[in-house]
Every structure is written in structure tokens, then in C-alpha cells.
Antibody
């Protein structure tokens, strides 16, 4: 059974870059037809999809964040990472990594999630 | 962006009763609709996808219906472990989530 675990700093200063890594175990990140994604949840609020890596090597991100988001992958370590630049207090949230299970190209639901890691943007 | 609107925001239900949660899309998402359950301190858990297909291990008391823009999640005979927040999620065009419905004990 696949498991995901987020890691990274819990505190980031305003205007700096948020960097998180998701380590996948129990499965090979480069196999299958999955969309490995980042999702965030501000305290007491709903969920926002940030972006994803697909096993075909492509990446994509939420248009509202696109200019600030970079998603990369290290298949040798079964890890994928998120970089979010120029952060503000509005980026404070619980950040999840998740596996997207597709029903067709580009259409997928999330069937496995990490526990989440809290990131606070503050000086 | 497709906006997902869930209602009500909070639903008070007694154990053993049923609960009906609604999710409306701002435009058609066909049946590309999933439901998740989230408890405090935990990640969301997939309940249903394709509007009505239960995920592995999900009890039969969870059922979903709808297509297009109107969807419903029904939880029959609520158990203590079912009190949580429920989110709908469309994956027809990009990916967006509803704001959630909290099911609380009456």
C-alpha cells in the first residue's frame, strides 16, 4: 500500500521560498499512470490544488499560483518536491501531497494522501 | 474556474439518522465528482469517485448520486465515526473543491 510523507521547514519568512518534499513508499513514483500532487488547506478552510507531476514527465499547476510554483521529481529517491516563491501570510496552510488516480487523461481523484505538514509564513 | 458550492455548511444529525449533503457545480462536471471525509488532524479520505462509486473499504452506508451540476452524498444510519467534514471535488476541468459540510452530533 502506497504511503506519502511530507517534509520541510515549518516556518518561512515573507518574500522567501517555501520548499517541501514528498517521499513515496510502497510504490515506484515513476511507474503507473499517476498524478503526484500538492494540495494545501489554510486553517479552518477548504482545499486548494497547487500542482502536480505526472509519470509521463509533465508538470502543471493551478493558474492562480502558476508563476510562483515549481514542481520537480527525483525518481531515484521516489520523491517529488514543491517550491513556492515570494510567499506571504496568505500562503500559511497545511500542505498535503497526494496521489492522483486518473480516469482519463488529466482527470483524476486523490486516493492516497500524506498526513500533511504545517507551513507558517512569518518573520 | 469551476466553483463548487456545498450546502449546508453545518448539518446537525443524531446518531442512527441519515444525512444528505449537497454539492453544486457552477457548470457541468459530468460525473467527474469525488467526495472526501476529513477528521481533525487527519488528511482527507476518499469516499466516492465518479459521483457514485465507493472507494475501496468504504461502507455501503455512504452513497452518492447526481451528474452535471447537482450532486448528493447520503450517509445512512450515521455512526459515531462519521461525524466529520465532507468535501466534494470536481476533476472535470482542472481541480477544485467545495468549501465543505461539517456533520456534527445533534
Amino acid at each position: 500500500q502506497v504511503q506519502l510523507q511530507e517534509s520541510g521547514p515549518g516556518l518561512v519568512e515573507p518574500s522567501q521560498t517555501l520548499s517541501l518534499t514528498c517521499t513515496v513508499s510502497g510504490g515506484d513514483i515513476s511507474s503507473g499512470n499517476y498524478y503526484w500532487s500538492w494540495i494545501r488547506q489554510p486553517a479552518g478552510r477548504g482545499l486548494e490544488w497547487i500542482g502536480r507531476f505526472h509519470t509521463d514527465g509533465s508538470t502543471n499547476s493551478n493558474p492562480s499560483l502558476k508563476s510562483r510554483v515549481t514542481i520537480s521529481v527525483d525518481t531515484s529517491r521516489d520523491q517529488f518536491s514543491l517550491r513556492l516563491t515570494s510567499v506571504t501570510a496568505a500562503d500559511t496552510a497545511l500542505y498535503f501531497c497526494a496521489r492522483g488516480n486518473p480516469v482519463s487523461s488529466g482527470r483524476y481523484f486523490f486516493d492516497a494522501w500524506g498526513q500533511g505538514t504545517q507551513v507558517t509564513v512569518s518573520s | 474556474e469551476i466553483v463548487m458550492t456545498q450546502s449546508p455548511a453545518t448539518l446537525s444529525v443524531s446518531p442512527g439518522e441519515s444525512a444528505t449533503l449537497s454539492c453544486r457545480a457552477s457548470q457541468s462536471v459530468s460525473s467527474y465528482l469525488a467526495w472526501y471525509q476529513q477528521k481533525p488532524g487527519q488528511p482527507p479520505r476518499l469516499l466516492l469517485h465518479g459521483a457514485s462509486t465507493r472507494a475501496t473499504g468504504i461502507p455501503a452506508r455512504f452513497s452518492g448520486s447526481g451528474s452535471g451540476t447537482e450532486f448528493t452524498l447520503t450517509i445512512s444510519s450515521l455512526q459515531s465515526e462519521d461525524f466529520a467534514v465532507y468535501y466534494c471535488h470536481q476533476y472535470y476541468d482542472w481541480l477544485t473543491f467545495g468549501g465543505g459540510t461539517k456533520v456534527e452530533i445533534k
